[in-house]
Structure formats: structure tokens, C-alpha cells
């Protein structure tokens, strides 16, 4: 599914760029299930690019060792400069991508920069290796620096795949009617209600038998949604009490507005930063790399 833009034109579609050593650990998992489908329908777009095609023959090194000393190798800044000019090029005509590079000294991934990029036009992910990139070549290039969180993975491919999985579920079509992604954990800054489904009475291997909450078994609508906001609320409170302070605040501001909004509904979480979507940079003139594709 193409978007079309305000003429009418059909624009290409959500595109992430991946630039790797390891291109062959994509699409790896999106292209299965939602992802997946939604990759063969043409609903996203994905192009791997390998970062040694930028490296110089006949060795093609990639690494260098760091100055300073130390143990690892770094990611040498001529290679991923060369690597990043060429798929920027391939965005030539439309606003350059985002470039994201993931690391763990990055701003930690979370539902708020996953909505902003799926509204955007899609992202240039640099996938480090080694102990990571020069820090010269991502202040060149203006990149964004993103973490999966608090540990240390083995390269950014891993981080590169749950990032474009959790963008693209929220690109318009790919979810469907499966599931709201406004119901779900974050996107109302509440961790998500327990779940439950048949039988209503289920005994478990420690012989306690266990029953789902009876307001679920009774088809009043209202009662329904209040309980799961009660239990997303208590949720909250227990295991992100960082979460459950900034809740408790956008409940107090939405009182004070001069147009509230009912109390203890469940208020959008405010966007915080809006610097991932758009570079706002005009295309750099570049040479055209190996577009590949995979679909
Ligand atoms: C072994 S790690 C390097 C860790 C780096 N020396 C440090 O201590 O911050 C190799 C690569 O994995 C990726 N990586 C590791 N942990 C990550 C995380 N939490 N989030 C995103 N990328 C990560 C980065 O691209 C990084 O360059």
C-alpha cells in the first residue's frame, strides 16, 4: 500500500535502510508474520546494504585499532562515511532519512520515537560492530543516536530489527483490525491490563485452580473499561514508577486545562522530542549504491 502525497501521487512507501556487515541477518525475523506480510504486500520497504561494499579492495577492512589503545577495533570513519553517502543517495528527490545509529550511549528507545518515526518517511539505521563507530563520522553526518536499552549487544543488527518491527506494526494497514495500538502498552503511557481468554476456570500444573475476573464474564462494556484502566493503573504504579509519575502529571495537567479532559482517562503521552522523522536536510549529492532490495 502506497501513500499518496497532496497531489495525489502515489509516494514510495515507509522505507528503512539498513546498513550492516551482516546483511544476511535481514529481513531475518520481519520477514515473517505481520511484518512480514506486510513487507510482501509492499506496505514497507526494506534495502540492506552491506557497509564492506564502501570499504576499499582488495582487503576491504572495515576496523581500525582505537587510538588511546585499549581492546576492540573501531569502525574506520572513511568505510561508514562512504556507507552512509551511498544510501543517502539512493534518497535523491525527496528529504534525506533520518540517520539512526544504534548504540547503547543513546537516547533509549521508546513507544513516543517509535510513533514519530512511523509517521515519518522512513530511517537510515547504521548497525555498529566491534566497539563501535568513529565519533567523527556520526557528528558529520548529524546521526541520531539510539539504545535498546541498558546492556551491550553484540552488533546493532538485533537493536535495528525491533526498532523497524515496532515501527512498522504501526503503519497504517499492517495491523489491521487484530489488535488498537492505542490500547496498548505506552501508547496512553499506562503499561497495558492483564489478559485472559477460555476457559473461565483453568488449573495450573501447582493444582490452584484459577479464575479470570468475573466483570470480564459480564458484557457490561463500561464496567469492562474501567476495570482494565484500574488494572493498567496499578500495573503502572507497582513495576514503572517512573512511567506512573509522568501518567500522574499529564492527569494533573489535562485538570487544569481550560478544556479538560475527563478525569482518569488515559491521556496521549506527550511527544517529547520530534527530531527522528525528518532530517530536514536537503539529499546530498552522492553516487548511487547497490539498492537491494529485499521483499
Ligand atoms: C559490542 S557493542 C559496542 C559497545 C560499546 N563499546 C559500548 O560500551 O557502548 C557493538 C555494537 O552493538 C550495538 N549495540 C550494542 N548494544 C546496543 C544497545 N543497547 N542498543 C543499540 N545498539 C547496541 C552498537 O551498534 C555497537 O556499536
Wanted: net charge negative.
Amino acid at each position: 500500500m502506497s501513500r499518496q502525497d497532496t497531489q495525489g501521487a502515489a509516494e514510495a512507501p515507509w522505507t528503512a535502510r539498513v546498513l550492516t556487515v551482516f546483511p544476511e541477518m535481514f529481513p531475518g525475523p520481519l520477514g515473517e508474520s505481520l511484518a512480514g506480510r506486510a513487507l510482501a504486500r509492499g506496505d514497507w520497504r526494506l534495502t540492506v546494504h552491506d557497509i564492506r561494499d564502501a570499504a576499499e579492495p582488495p582487503h576491504r577492512r572495515v576496523d581500525d585499532a582505537p587510538f588511546g589503545g585499549g581492546p576492540g577495533m573501531v569502525m574506520r570513519p572513511s568505510v561508514a562515511d562512504r556507507a552512509i553517502r551511498l544510501v543517502e543517495g539512493l534518497e535523491a528527490g525527496r528529504h534525506t532519512l533520518p540517520l539512526i545509529y544504534l548504540t547503547p550511549r543513546g537516547r533509549p528507545l521508546d513507544q513516543t520515537m517509535v510513533a514519530e518515526l512511523a509517521a515519518g518517511e522512513g530511517v537510515i539505521l547504521l548497525c555498529g560492530r566491534y566497539e563501535g563507530v568513529d565519533e567523527r563520522v556520526l557528528e558529520a553526518h548529524g546521526a541520531i543516536e539510539v539504545s535498546l536499552g541498558d546492556f551491550v549487544l553484540s552488533g546493532g543488527e538485533p537493536a535495528a530489527l525491533c526498532l523497524i518491527d515496532a515501527v512498522v506494526r504501526l503503519l497504517p494497514g499492517v495491523m489491521g483490525n487484530q489488535t488498537s495500538a492505542g490500547e496498548e502498552s505506552f501508547a496512553n503511557g499506562l503499561l497495558e491490563y492483564p489478559h485472559y481468554t477460555r476457559p473461565a476456570e483453568w488449573t495450573g500444573s501447582d493444582g490452584i485452580p484459577r479464575r479470570v475476573p468475573d466483570v470480564l464474564l459480564s458484557g457490561h462494556h463500561a464496567e469492562v473499561g474501567a476495570w482494565r484502566l484500574s488494572e493498567a493503573e496499578t500495573t503502572t504504579r507497582i513495576r514503572r514508577p517512573d512511567l506512573w509519575a509522568r501518567y500522574m502529571r499529564s492527569q494533573a495537567d489535562a485538570m487544569t486545562t481550560p478544556n479538560p479532559a475527563p478525569a482518569r482517562r488515559p491521556a496521549p503521552q506527550p511527544a517529547q522530542h520530534s527530531d527522528v522523522a525528518h532530517r530536514g536536510k536537503e539529499p546530498a549529492e552522492a553516487p548511487r549504491s547497490k539498492d537491494r532490495q529485499t521483499a
